[in-house]
């Protein structure tokens, strides 16, 4: 049975919650800049944590005042920007819940997300608000920021439904309850929809703490933000950790190779955390002396080491983990390309077969590989649950506790770990996290499409890349491909939708007529390099 934290359990959290932390830090490190937001167009502008703490318990009075109450969900659908983090910490402030969503989500997408998670508010951008009003129509009202991440609209937003005409009266901080559940996060899984991870105010701390301290955060430090916000990696990894650590956060809109080493500069950033797309964007341009004296990524101590002259620390985890189960040392030699070690506040177990229980299976042994297990308790150091789906829930746990994460890791000879492979019906496409599933979801409901199959393909950028097989019906017409390429368009976001569709005779087929993937993959191995294209 799955460790669950109660009421009754003493924790590390007791009487506190994000609202008290922010306080304390409001108290502690009143004039120094928490949130430094840097648009691609136009001035930087500092928030101290006095400044970003008045302004949060205001927007909170004005969440309050508009009817939101404690416990409700407000969905957050915004990029990179000072809003997306006071709307997140308002939502806290009030007890709210916020479900953060992926700023390129489709129509489709967001419709589910609202549904799902029964958001009574929705805080947007220009850019965004007409797709939020057309699909999220069970929100009560819509409150729009005055600019897309710092960029004027091409018409302004009504004053009415304005993001700062939110704020209103102060509302007290409410007294802390660490078990109460603080934000929603829309993770990719192998089932058609994506889940709910629903952390609790525990959860939020525990990452900001743990972060802080595997990262050796420090409040000299200024950490660049540049991955999304709507994201565990930026929203723990990064601003959690800087609150926690009383350290700075310099925000940028998205990742820009371009303009990295110059905000990196003006800055003085010594903290970030990217993904490989970033590290291979910036490759090609020349390094400067810069400030940095750690970098967080996929992988310890990588080639590229030399050429950025900064240590990587290397790191896995999951939204449900809130930090780094596994991670490598800011202080010691880490073996390269390696993830790390376990991290001493969870158990790690790597089984042979993840479907029995871990005290029954064939644990592996150095040099080998196998399935990864993480155990801590629900609520603190993992999610709670997924929400509104126990079934879910309870399916990803064994019946000891251990959460089955569905990825393989290597034992190296020295003891260290190294990401073996995922869930071969998830793909990672450029820092994404997408399910097969959910691109055949689309496609199966296109007329003309008896069956289809999404398997990833090797990408010199993006990592992998989503192909599309489909098996026409036998009355499909020569729109077919049109068709699906609507369909995707309308439904998925950009970075889901397929790269290449094939059409097929026929599919290899597995035991109980299932398709048989492995073989599409490896047919895609054999094949040259070529750029990314829709076939036939």
Same mark, same amino acid.
């Given at each position: 049975m799955s460790l669950l934290l109660t009421r009754h359990d003493a924790h590390p959290f007791m009487g506190m919650d994000v609202p008290w932390l922010l306080e304390q830090r409001a108290l502690t490190r009143r004039d120094h800049p928490f949130i430094v937001w840097v648009p691609f167009d136009g001035a930087a502008r500092s928030l101290g944590y006095g400044e970003f703490h008045a302004r949060v318990q205001r927007i909170a009075g004005g969440l309050h005042k508009r009817g939101v109450r404690r416990g409700e969900r407000v969905l957050i659908h915004l990029d990179n920007c000072a809003e997306a983090l006071l709307a997140w910490y308002a939502c806290t402030w009030l007890g709210a819940v916020a479900v953060t969503t992926n700023a390129r989500a489709a129509g489709d997408e967001l419709a589910y997300y609202a549904e799902h998670s029964e958001a009574v508010a929705g805080i947007t951008q220009p850019r965004f608000a007409e797709l939020v009003a057309t699909h999220c129509t069970g929100l009560k009202w819509l409150a729009v920021t005055a600019d897309d991440n710092g960029v004027p609209p091409p018409h302004p937003t009504e004053r009415s439904h304005h993001f700062d005409a939110l704020e209103a009266e102060p509302l007290p901080r409410h007294a802390p309850d660490p078990l109460a559940a603080?934000?929603?996060q829309y993770t990719s899984g192998t089932t058609s929809r994506p889940k709910g991870v629903l952390w609790t105010h525990a959860n939020a701390l525990w990452g900001a703490r743990i972060n802080a301290l595997h990262e050796d955060l420090r409040a000299e430090d200024v950490h660049l933000v540049h991955l999304p916000l709507f994201h565990t990696n930026a929203q723990a990894y990064s601003v959690l950790a800087c609150l926690w650590a009383g350290a700075t956060a310099v925000v940028m809109p998205r990742f820009s190779a371009s303009r990295f080493w110059g905000v990196s500069l003006a800055?003085?950033?010594?903290w970030t955390s990217l993904v490989p797309f970033c590290v291979k964007a910036l490759m090609d341009l020349a390094v400067p002396a810069h400030h940095y004296r750690l970098w967080g990524s996929a992988v310890n101590e990588p080639p590229t080491d030399a050429h950025f002259r900064v240590k990587t620390l290397g790191w896995w985890g999951m939204t449900e983990t809130i930090t780094h189960g596994i991670v490598g040392s800011p202080h010691l030699p880490n073996r390269p390309l390696s993830i790390g070690r376990p991290a001493p506040e969870y158990g790690i177990a790597i089984v042979e077969d993840d479907s029995v229980p871990v005290r029954e299976a064939r644990h592996v042994e150095p040099g080998g590989s196998?399935?990864?297990l993480i155990r801590?308790?629900?609520g603190l150091s993992l999610f709670h649950e997924y929400l509104a789906n126990p079934r879910a829930t309870a399916d990803s746990f064994d019946p000891d506790?251990? *959460?089955r994460t569905g990825d393989m890791i290597n034992i190296l000879d020295d003891g260290s770990l190294q990401f073996g492979d995922r869930s071969k019906d998830m793909l990672k496409v450029g820092g994404e996290n997408v399910a097969a599933s959910e691109i055949e979801r689309v496609v199966l409901q296109v007329a003309g499409v008896h069956?289809? +199959?999404v398997v990833a393909k090797k990408h010199p950028m993006l990592d992998e890349v989503p192909v599309? *097989?489909?098996?026409?019906? +036998?009355h499909a017409d020569i729109d077919l491909l049109e068709r699906i390429q609507s369909a995707c368009a309308a439904q998925l976001a950009d970075f889901k939708r397929p790269h290449e569709v094939r059409i097929v005779k026929e599919f290899p087929r597995s035991t109980l007529e299932k398709i048989a993937k492995a073989e599409l993959r490896r047919m895609l191995e054999a094949e040259p390099p070529r750029q990314p294209e829709l076939s036939r």
């Amino acid at each position: 049975m799955s460790l669950l934290l109660t009421r009754h359990d003493a924790h590390p959290f007791m009487g506190m919650d994000v609202p008290w932390l922010l306080e304390q830090r409001a108290l502690t490190r009143r004039d120094h800049p928490f949130i430094v937001w840097v648009p691609f167009d136009g001035a930087a502008r500092s928030l101290g944590y006095g400044e970003f703490h008045a302004r949060v318990q205001r927007i909170a009075g004005g969440l309050h005042k508009r009817g939101v109450r404690r416990g409700e969900r407000v969905l957050i659908h915004l990029d990179n920007c000072a809003e997306a983090l006071l709307a997140w910490y308002a939502c806290t402030w009030l007890g709210a819940v916020a479900v953060t969503t992926n700023a390129r989500a489709a129509g489709d997408e967001l419709a589910y997300y609202a549904e799902h998670s029964e958001a009574v508010a929705g805080i947007t951008q220009p850019r965004f608000a007409e797709l939020v009003a057309t699909h999220c129509t069970g929100l009560k009202w819509l409150a729009v920021t005055a600019d897309d991440n710092g960029v004027p609209p091409p018409h302004p937003t009504e004053r009415s439904h304005h993001f700062d005409a939110l704020e209103a009266e102060p509302l007290p901080r409410h007294a802390p309850d660490p078990l109460a559940a603080c934000s929603v996060q829309y993770t990719s899984g192998t089932t058609s929809r994506p889940k709910g991870v629903l952390w609790t105010h525990a959860n939020a701390l525990w990452g900001a703490r743990i972060n802080a301290l595997h990262e050796d955060l420090r409040a000299e430090d200024v950490h660049l933000v540049h991955l999304p916000l709507f994201h565990t990696n930026a929203q723990a990894y990064s601003v959690l950790a800087c609150l926690w650590a009383g350290a700075t956060a310099v925000v940028m809109p998205r990742f820009s190779a371009s303009r990295f080493w110059g905000v990196s500069l003006a800055h003085r950033c010594t903290w970030t955390s990217l993904v490989p797309f970033c590290v291979k964007a910036l490759m090609d341009l020349a390094v400067p002396a810069h400030h940095y004296r750690l970098w967080g990524s996929a992988v310890n101590e990588p080639p590229t080491d030399a050429h950025f002259r900064v240590k990587t620390l290397g790191w896995w985890g999951m939204t449900e983990t809130i930090t780094h189960g596994i991670v490598g040392s800011p202080h010691l030699p880490n073996r390269p390309l390696s993830i790390g070690r376990p991290a001493p506040e969870y158990g790690i177990a790597i089984v042979e077969d993840d479907s029995v229980p871990v005290r029954e299976a064939r644990h592996v042994e150095p040099g080998g590989s196998g399935q990864l297990l993480i155990r801590g308790v629900r609520g603190l150091s993992l999610f709670h649950e997924y929400l509104a789906n126990p079934r879910a829930t309870a399916d990803s746990f064994d019946p000891d506790g251990w *959460f089955r994460t569905g990825d393989m890791i290597n034992i190296l000879d020295d003891g260290s770990l190294q990401f073996g492979d995922r869930s071969k019906d998830m793909l990672k496409v450029g820092g994404e996290n997408v399910a097969a599933s959910e691109i055949e979801r689309v496609v199966l409901q296109v007329a003309g499409v008896h069956e289809c +199959a999404v398997v990833a393909k090797k990408h010199p950028m993006l990592d992998e890349v989503p192909v599309l *097989f489909v098996l026409p019906a +036998a009355h499909a017409d020569i729109d077919l491909l049109e068709r699906i390429q609507s369909a995707c368009a309308a439904q998925l976001a950009d970075f889901k939708r397929p790269h290449e569709v094939r059409i097929v005779k026929e599919f290899p087929r597995s035991t109980l007529e299932k398709i048989a993937k492995a073989e599409l993959r490896r047919m895609l191995e054999a094949e040259p390099p070529r750029q990314p294209e829709l076939s036939r």
